[in-house]
Structures are given as structure tokens and as C-alpha cells.
């Protein structure tokens, strides 16, 4: 079985200004959906998404 391909792999970015906006863009997500289950009271939910922030903070950081 072949496995789907995601549009949005960070391992198919070929530079690393691509790298960088991507991060950005999911680093923005992150926090904006985090954001939202705090507003919701969905205290799990958020601390997944702050988790995955910090991940997209990082690659940020590495890619720099």
C-alpha cells in the first residue's frame, strides 16, 4: 500500500526560505488553534496545540 502523500510535509520543502515560511505558517496555526480551545475550555485540546507551537517554534530556530 502506498502511503498518501501531505502537501504540507516539511520534508518535501526544497529550500530553506520555503522551510522557514512553512514553519511560520504552522507555527501561526498552532497558536491560533490553541488560542481557540482556551476560549472554548478545551484545556487538553490547547495544550496539544502549545506542544506543536513549541515544535514549529524550534524548527524556526534551526532553520535560522
Known amino acids: 500500500a502506498r502511503t498518501p ?3 504540507l510535509n516539511i520534508e518535501a520543502v526544497t529550500t530553506t526560505s520555503e522551510a522557514q515560511a512553512f514553519a511560520l505558517l504552522q507555527a501561526t ?3 491560533t488553534m490553541a488560542k481557540l480551545y482556551l476560549s472554548k475550555g478545551n484545556i487538553p485540546a490547547a495544550r496539544r496545540k502549545a506542544v ?3 515544535k514549529a517554534l524550534q524548527s524556526l530556530e534551526i532553520l535560522a
Open 5 to 7: 502523500t501531505n502537501a
Open 29 to 31: 496555526s498552532d497558536a
Open 52 to 54: 506543536q507551537l513549541l
